[in-house]
C-alpha cells in the first residue's frame, strides 16, 4: 500500500494540475463567450406580451367572456390574448438554452445561485401580492391559508407566478444532468429533485391520514414544459434560418395566431400551453428573433431592460388590478375598446418596467427579481 501511494502520488498531483488547467480555460472560454442579445430581446418581448395578455383577459372579463356581453371588449380582449400564447413556452425555451448552452452550471454552488435568484423573487412577491389584497380587502380566504398554500402553488392574487413553479425544478433537473455528464456528483440537487418528485403523494398520505385538506402541489413540470426547454436549446443553438424559412415563418406565424384566436373563442378559453398552436407560434417567434442582429447603439438599452424584464413581470399585475380593470367596460365599440386596450398596455409596461429599473439603481434585484 505505501509503494502504491508513493507511485500513484505524482499522477494524482498531475491530474490535478491538468483539472485546474481545464478549470481555468473553461472560465476563460465562459468569459469569451459572445453575449446573446437576440435573447435579451426575447426575454424583453416574452414580459412585454404577458402584459398584453393579462390586460386583453380584463376587457374578456368584463365582457363575462361572452360577444353578447359587449363584443367590442370582448374581441379586443381575444385578439390580444391570441399573440400572447408563445410568451411562457419561450421563457421554458431561454432557461433550456441557459443551462444546456449558454451558461452550464460549473458545479453546484453555481447553480444554487441561479436557484436562489429565482426562488427569493418568487415568494417575496408572493407575500406583497398578499399583503396588497388584504389592505384591499380582496382576498377570498384568510391570508396564513394563502401564504402557507404559496409554498406549494401559487394562489391568488399572484396568478401570474405559476410558472415558476415550474420553470425552477426544471432548470434543477437540468443543471443535475449536466453535472452528472461533467462528472459531478449534485447531491443536494438531486434531494430536491426527489422531494420534488414525492411532495404530492407525501401531501396525499397526510390527508388521508389525518383527514385534513392538503395544499394542492404544483412544484414540477410536464412533459410540454420539458420539451420546450431542451427544444428551445437546440433552436437557439442553431445558426439563424434562412431568408426563404424566414419567409415562411412570418407567413405561418399569424395563421397560429389565427388559429389561438379561433380556440379561444370557439372551443376554449384559455388554450393550453400544449398545444400544437402554441408549439408552432413558439417555433416561428423562437427562429424569427434567434441570432437577429441587435445594432451596436441599441445594445446597452437593449441588455438593461432585459436585466428589468424579470421585475417588471413580477409587479405587473398589481397595474393590471389597480389601473386597467377599473377603466376597462363592456359597453365599448370595437375602435375604442381596441384604443383603450392599446394605451393601457403601454401605460402598464412603462409603470412597470419603471419600477423595476428603480428597485434596480436601489440594489433590490436579488429580492424583487
Known amino acids: 500500500m505505501p509503494n502504491n501511494a508513493a507511485v500513484r502520488l505524482p499522477q494524482q498531483r498531475q491530474g490535478t494540475?491538468?483539472?485546474?488547467?481545464?478549470?481555468?480555460?473553461?472560465?476563460?472560454?465562459?468569459?469569451?463567450?459572445?453575449?446573446?442579445?437576440?435573447?435579451?430581446?426575447?426575454?424583453?418581448?416574452?414580459?412585454?406580451?404577458?402584459?398584453?395578455?393579462?390586460?386583453?383577459?380584463?376587457?374578456?372579463?368584463?365582457?363575462?367572456?361572452?360577444?353578447?356581453?359587449?363584443?367590442?371588449?370582448?374581441?379586443?380582449?381575444?385578439?390580444?390574448?391570441?399573440?400572447?400564447p408563445f410568451a411562457v413556452p419561450m421563457y421554458f425555451a431561454i432557461a433550456g438554452w441557459a443551462v444546456l448552452v449558454g451558461a452550464p452550471p460549473r458545479d453546484t454552488g453555481k447553480m444554487w445561485k441561479r436557484i436562489v435568484r429565482n426562488t427569493v423573487p418568487l415568494f417575496a412577491w408572493t407575500a406583497i401580492y398578499l399583503v396588497w389584497a388584504w389592505l384591499r380587502n380582496r382576498n377570498d380566504e384568510p391570508m396564513?391559508?394563502?401564504?402557507?398554500?404559496?409554498?406549494?402553488?401559487?394562489?391568488?392574487?399572484?396568478?401570474?407566478?405559476?410558472?415558476?413553479?415550474?420553470?425552477?425544478?426544471?432548470?434543477?433537473?437540468?443543471?443535475?444532468?449536466?453535472?452528472?455528464?461533467?462528472?459531478?456528483?449534485?447531491?443536494?440537487?438531486?434531494?430536491?429533485?426527489?422531494?420534488?418528485?414525492?411532495?404530492?403523494?407525501?401531501?396525499?398520505?397526510?390527508?388521508e391520514v389525518t383527514g385534513h385538506e392538503m395544499p394542492t402541489v404544483a412544484w414540477g413540470f410536464g412533459t410540454y414544459s420539458l420539451v420546450y426547454a431542451v427544444g428551445g436549446a437546440l433552436l437557439f443553438a442553431l445558426p439563424r434560418v434562412s431568408v426563404r424559412w424566414r419567409r415562411a415563418l412570418m407567413l405561418l406565424l399569424p395563421l397560429t395566431m389565427a388559429g389561438s384566436l379561433w380556440y379561444n373563442t370557439q372551443i376554449h378559453y384559455v388554450m393550453p400551453n400544449a398545444h400544437l398552436f402554441v408549439a408552432a407560434m413558439?417555433?416561428?417567434?423562437?427562429?424569427?428573433?434567434?441570432?437577429?442582429?441587435?445594432?451596436?447603439?441599441?445594445?446597452?438599452?437593449?441588455?438593461?431592460?432585459?436585466?428589468?424584464?424579470?421585475?417588471?413581470?413580477?409587479?405587473?399585475?398589481?397595474?393590471?388590478?389597480?389601473v386597467v380593470r377599473p377603466l376597462v367596460s363592456p359597453d365599448l365599440s370595437g375602435p375604442v375598446a381596441g384604443l383603450l386596450l392599446a394605451g393601457l398596455v403601454a401605460t402598464v409596461m412603462t409603470l412597470s418596467f419603471a419600477a423595476s429599473l428603480l428597485w434596480g439603481r436601489l440594489n433590490l434585484r436579488r429580492l424583487l427579481g
Not at 472560454?29 to 459572445?34: D, G, L, M, T
Not at 391559508?145 to 437540468?174: G, R
Not at 424569427?288 to 417588471?312: C, D, F, N, T, W
Open 17 to 84: 494540475s491538468e483539472q485546474s488547467g481545464q478549470s481555468a480555460q473553461s472560465e476563460q472560454s465562459a468569459q469569451q463567450r459572445e453575449h446573446r442579445y437576440d435573447i435579451d430581446l426575447m426575454r424583453l418581448i416574452c414580459s412585454a406580451t404577458i402584459m398584453l395578455g393579462h390586460v386583453g383577459a380584463q376587457f374578456i372579463l368584463a365582457a363575462k367572456n361572452d360577444p353578447s356581453g359587449g363584443a367590442g371588449s370582448y374581441w379586443a380582449g381575444h385578439v390580444a390574448e391570441a399573440i400572447n
Open 144 to 207: 396564513t391559508e394563502l401564504a402557507t398554500d404559496s409554498l406549494f402553488a401559487s394562489v391568488q392574487p399572484a396568478y401570474h407566478l405559476w410558472f415558476m413553479y415550474t420553470y425552477i425544478p426544471i432548470i434543477i433537473l437540468l443543471a443535475f444532468a449536466m453535472l452528472i455528464k461533467a462528472g459531478q456528483r449534485p447531491w443536494r440537487l438531486g434531494a430536491v429533485l426527489l422531494g420534488i418528485a414525492v411532495l404530492p403523494s407525501v401531501m396525499t398520505t397526510v390527508s
Open 282 to 322: 413558439s417555433s416561428c417567434v423562437l427562429l424569427l428573433i434567434s441570432r437577429i442582429r441587435v445594432p451596436e447603439k441599441r445594445r446597452p438599452l437593449l441588455k438593461k431592460l432585459a436585466g428589468a424584464a424579470l421585475g417588471a413581470y413580477m409587479v405587473h399585475v398589481l397595474f393590471v388590478e389597480e
